[in-house]
C-alpha cells in the first residue's frame, strides 16, 4: 500500500496519487494514512468529512474561511470527474492570487490536499460528480468567505462561460475587494 505525493507550482498543495490494486472483483486503495500523509508534509487532523452531489456544469466556490477557524482540506472525487481549484491568499506569499488547478476524478481516484491560506472551488466535468474532502477544521458560517469564480485578476481557465452557481457563490467580492478579516 502506499501513495506518490507531487508537489505542485505553488507551494503547500500536493497531488495524492494512491497505489490502486486491482483484481478480478475490483480494486481497493487506502485514500488516508497518517502516518504516510504526515512523513509527506500533511499533518492536519481532520475532523469533519464532507459529501456533495452535483450535476455538470455545477461550480461550487471559491470557498474558504477565517481564523480561528481557517481549513486545510484533503479533496477526492469518487463519482464522475471535477476540476478542481486552489487560489492562494496568503498574503505576502510570492503566489499570491495564483491558482492550481486538477482533474479529479472517479477514474483517477487522485486526491489534492489544499493547505490553510487558500480558497478552493470545483467545477463539475462529467454528467455528475460525488466530492469528498476531509477538513481540519469545522465549518462557521460566521467565519466562512468567498471569492467570485470569474475574477479576471486571478484568470482561472474555466472551461465553460456560464456554469451552475448558488446565489451565495455568484455574490463574493474579487480578491483585490477582499477585506482584512
Given at each position: 500500500m502506499?501513495?506518490?505525493?507531487?508537489?505542485?507550482?505553488?507551494?503547500?498543495?500536493?497531488?495524492?496519487?494512491?497505489?490502486?490494486?486491482?483484481?478480478?472483483?475490483?480494486?481497493?486503495?487506502e485514500?488516508?494514512?497518517?502516518?504516510?500523509?504526515?512523513?509527506?508534509?500533511?499533518?492536519?487532523?481532520?475532523?469533519?468529512?464532507?459529501?456533495?452531489?452535483s450535476?455538470?456544469?455545477?461550480?461550487?466556490?471559491?470557498?474558504?474561511q477565517?481564523?480561528?477557524?481557517?481549513?486545510?482540506?484533503?479533496?477526492?472525487?469518487?463519482?464522475?470527474?471535477?476540476?478542481?481549484?486552489?487560489?492562494?491568499?496568503?498574503?505576502?506569499?510570492?503566489?499570491?492570487g495564483?491558482?492550481?488547478?486538477v482533474?479529479?476524478?472517479?477514474?483517477?481516484?487522485?486526491?489534492?490536499?489544499?493547505?490553510?491560506?487558500?480558497?478552493?472551488?470545483?467545477l463539475?466535468?462529467?454528467?455528475?460528480a460525488?466530492?469528498?474532502?476531509k477538513?481540519?477544521?469545522?465549518?462557521?458560517?460566521?467565519h466562512?468567505r468567498?471569492?467570485?469564480?470569474?475574477?479576471?485578476t486571478?484568470?482561472?481557465?474555466?472551461p465553460i462561460?456560464?456554469?451552475?452557481i448558488?446565489?451565495?457563490?455568484?455574490?463574493?467580492?474579487?480578491?483585490?475587494?477582499?477585506?482584512?478579516?
Open positions: 502506499g501513495y506518490q505525493f507531487f508537489k505542485l507550482d505553488i507551494d503547500g498543495v500536493i497531488l495524492i496519487k494512491p497505489d490502486i490494486h486491482y483484481d478480478s472483483r475490483g480494486f481497493f486503495l485514500s488516508y494514512t497518517k502516518k504516510e500523509f504526515a512523513n509527506n508534509g500533511i499533518n492536519e487532523e481532520f475532523v469533519q468529512d464532507n459529501h456533495s452531489f450535476i455538470k456544469n455545477t461550480l461550487r466556490g471559491l470557498h474558504y477565517i481564523k480561528p477557524f481557517e481549513q486545510s482540506k484533503l479533496v477526492r472525487c469518487i463519482s464522475g470527474e471535477i476540476m478542481d481549484v486552489a487560489v492562494d491568499i496568503r498574503k505576502g506569499s510570492k503566489t499570491y495564483k491558482y492550481i488547478s482533474t479529479l476524478s472517479s477514474e483517477n481516484k487522485n486526491m489534492l490536499y489544499i493547505p490553510k491560506g487558500f480558497a478552493h472551488g470545483f463539475v466535468t462529467s454528467d455528475y460525488e466530492v469528498i474532502y477538513v481540519d477544521n469545522y465549518y462557521s458560517r460566521n466562512e468567498g471569492i467570485i469564480w470569474n475574477d479576471e486571478i484568470g482561472i481557465r474555466w462561460d456560464t456554469p451552475i448558488s446565489e451565495k457563490d455568484r455574490s463574493w467580492p474579487k480578491l483585490q475587494d477582499i477585506k482584512g478579516d
